[in-house]
């Protein structure tokens, strides 16, 4: 069964940056693309980033665009969401998913596996 493990949330100040990891427990991880998903108390949970399995492509919501970066590196069986110039808005739990399909990048129900998730909170 694969698992998604999500690290590297914390507290931080306006303006400073996380790198947030996913470690998927299989190493099929390689043949799909993954995807970055966050919720803030009392929202429903929204798209972030998504990234194909190669790496080559990559998708953002536009509040992130130029602030966030979605990477991974296949041989470590990790994906990786790099957030700078973070705000207060951001604050939220951060979630990794596995997309099966090669569609659908920011539909959540198009992803099949999620992690526990990850709490960023972002202070003024």
């Known amino acids: 069964q694969v698992q998604l493990v999500e690290s590297g949330g914390g507290l931080v100040q306006a303006g400073g940056s996380l790198r947030l990891s996913c470690a998927v427990s299989k190493r099929t991880s390689s043949n799909y693309a993954m995807g970055w998903f966050r919720q803030a108390p009392g929202k429903e949970r929204e798209f972030v980033a998504a990234?194909?399995?190669?790496?080559?492509?990559?998708r953002y919501t536009d509040s992130v665009k130029g602030r966030f970066t979605v990477s991974r590196d296949n041989a470590k069986n990790t994906v990786y969401l790099q957030m700078n110039s973070l705000k207060p808005e951001d604050t939220a739990v951060y979630y990794c998913?596995?997309?099966?399909?090669?569609?659908?990048?920011?539909?959540?129900?198009?992803?099949?596996?999620w992690g526990q998730g990850t709490q960023v909170t972002v202070s003024s």
């Open positions: 998913a596995r997309l099966p399909s090669g569609w659908g990048w920011t539909i959540e129900s198009k992803y099949d596996c």
């Open positions: 990234i194909s399995w190669s790496g080559a492509s990559t």
